[in-house]
C-alpha cells in the first residue's frame, strides 16, 4: 500500500503549480491574492502537520487497525466497489461531525484553529493544517473500523477526502450553481472560513455539503456581506509553534484563573469563547471588532526574498524527510523533524521583524553549515557531497544574511514580494 506521506510528496509540486495559476489568475485580474509571510507561515504550518503526523500514526492508523483486526463486526472486502463508495460517504459524514465538534468543543477547537488563523483565503490556506489534530480525531473515525473497513479503504478515502478540499480555498472561482447545493464549494467553504455573524460557524461539510442541509448547518455566501477571514481572537504571529499551541495555552490559562474546579474543567469542553463568570468579570476581553487591521509587519523586499529562499530549502529537507518516514529510526526522524521545525520558527520570527530574528537566522545557518561538515552525514545522508553541499549552501545563505541585514532597502510595504494582501481581515 503507498504510504499517505508517499502520496503528499508527489502531490505537493501539483499543489505549488495550482498556487501558481491562482496567483495569475489573480494579477489578470488586478488583485493580489497572497502575502509571503502569511503564504509562508500557512504552507510552513502544514510542513509541521506532516512532521507530526509520522509519529502520531500509531493513533491516527495503528489504532484504527487493532480495532479492524480485534474487534471489526464485518470483514468488508477492499476489492468491492461498494465499500470504496460506501466508505468514502461515510467518512465524509464522520469528517462533517469532527469538523463541527471541532468548532462546538473546545480542546478540539484547540487542535482546528490552525487552520482559521490565516487573514487571507487562497489556496496555501488549505496547507495550513494543525499538528495536534490526530490526538483526538482518531476517535470520530473509531465507527468505521468496528464496521469492518480494511485500512487500507480507510487510509485512501481519508486523502481523498483531504485532497479535494485543497481547491475550494480560493476567492478566484465563484458560485457554481447546483454544483454548491450538492457539494463542498469554493463559495461554501468562504462562508465556513468568514467571521462575519451570519457566517459563523457553519458549513462544515468535507466533500458534501449536503451534510450542512441535513443538519441545519449550511449558510449561502451572500454578495453583500463579503467573508472576513480569520479568528475572533487574532494569532497576530508568524511563528508556527505558537499558532498550534496559543488556544491551549489560553484555555490553561482561563482554567487556572477559575476558582471553582467544575469550571476548571469544563472550560475545556465548552463552546469556544465561553468563560468562568469570575474570571470573565476578573480579566475583561475587548469586544470582537470585524474591522480590525490585519497582522502584518513591514519587511524589505530584500528580507522577503531571502526569507523565501529560505523556506525553499526547508520544504526540500522536509521533502527528504518524507522519504525517510517508512525506514530511518525514531531517533534519527525525531532530531529532523526538530531542526525543520525549528528553522521554520526562526524563520517566523524574520517575518514578524524581531529583534534578535537576526541573530537566531545567523546561528541556524552557520549550524547548517558547519554541522554536517563535522559530522561527515546528515539524517539519512553520508560522505563527502553532503558536507559540501550543506557547506557550499548555507554558507552561501550566510553571506546573503548579511548581505541583506547591511543597511537598507525600500520595504515591501505588505511584507510580501510579489505576493500582496487580498483584503483586510478580522478573526474567531
Known sequence: MISAETVITFATPVFFALIGVELLVAKLRGQRAYRSNDAVTSIGL?????????????????????????????????????????????????????????????????????????????????????????LLGWLFYLPMALLGYPVSVFVAVALIDLLYQFWVHTEQVGKLGWFDRVFCSPSNHRAHHAVNDRYLDRNYGGILILWDRLFGSFVEEDDNDRPIYGTRAPLRSFNPLWANLEVY?????????????????????????????????RFPKPAFDLARERFDPPLTRRRAVYGLAQFALLLGMTTHFLGLATQARLGVLLGYAVVIALSLTVLGAWWEGRRGAVWLEAARVVALAVVPVLLGRWFGLDGAPVRLAFALVFGTSALALAWVTRGADSPSGTGAMAMGGARAAASK
Open 46 to 134: 502544514g510542513v509541521i502537520s506532516q512532521l507530526v503526523g509520522v509519529f502520531l500514526k500509531v493513533l491516527t492508523v495503528g489504532v484504527y487497525a487493532w480495532c479492524v483486526e480485534h474487534v471489526a463486526l464485518f470483514a468488508l472486502p477492499a476489492d468491492a466497489w461498494w465499500v470504496w463508495v460506501s466508505g468514502l460517504l461515510l467518512y465524509d459524514f464522520l469528517y462533517y461531525w469532527l469538523h463541527r465538534m471541532g468548532h462546538e468543543v473546545n480542546i478540539l477547537w484547540a487542535a482546528h484553529v490552525v487552520h482559521h488563523q490565516s487573514e487571507d483565503y487562497n489556496l496555501s490556506t488549505a496547507l495550513r493544517q494543525t499538528a495536534t489534530g490526530g
Open 249 to 281: 495555552w489560553a484555555t490553561w490559562q482561563e482554567a487556572r484563573r477559575a476558582t471553582r474546579w467544575r469550571d476548571k474543567l469544563q472550560i475545556w469542553f465548552r463552546p469556544p469563547g465561553w468563560r468562568p463568570a469570575d474570571v470573565a468579570a
